[in-house]
C-alpha cells in the first residue's frame, strides 16, 4: 500500500483554509476548464483560436476563460479587439498530470475477468 510522504510540521487546516483547498479543486472540476488548460499547455492562445480548437460557443469559452482568470491560473492580454490567455499558475499542469497518471495507475489495475 502507498502512503504519500507526510510532513508532520504543516500544521491541520481549519475549515476556512480547506473551503479555498476545496475552491481550487472546483475550479478544475469542468471538463472544458480542462481542456482549455490542456490548448493553452502548447502556448497563449487568444479567445477565437480557443473556440475553434474546442468547437464550442464564444460565450461558453469566455466565461470558462474568466473562472480561470479570476481563479488565478490564467493571465492575459489584450492585444487590439483579441484577448490572449495563458497559463499563469505552475503548479497547474503539474496537478493535473498527477490526477491523469493516478487514472492511467488505476486504469492499468483493473483485472480483466472472462466468462461464458
Do not use: W
Not at 61 to 85: P, T
Not at 93 to 100: A, G, S
Amino acid at each position: 500500500m502507498f502512503r504519500a510522504p507526510v510532513d508532520a510540521s504543516v500544521p491541520k487546516q481549519n475549515r476556512q483554509s480547506l473551503e479555498k483547498i476545496a475552491e481550487v479543486f472546483r475550479l478544475l472540476a469542468e471538463p472544458t476548464r480542462l481542456a482549455i488548460l490542456q490548448e493553452l499547455k502548447s502556448g497563449p492562445k487568444t479567445v477565437g483560436s480557443l473556440v475553434e480548437s474546442l468547437e464550442s460557443s464564444q460565450a461558453n469559452i469566455s466565461k470558462q476563460l474568466r473562472i480561470l482568470y479570476d481563479g488565478g491560473f490564467l493571465s492575459r492580454e489584450r492585444e487590439g479587439v483579441s484577448v490572449r490567455y495563458q497559463i499563469n499558475d505552475e503548479l497547474v499542469l503539474p496537478l493535473c498530470e498527477l490526477v491523469c497518471a493516478r487514472l492511467n495507475k488505476r486504469a492499468n489495475e483493473v483485472p480483466l475477468y472472462y466468462s461464458i
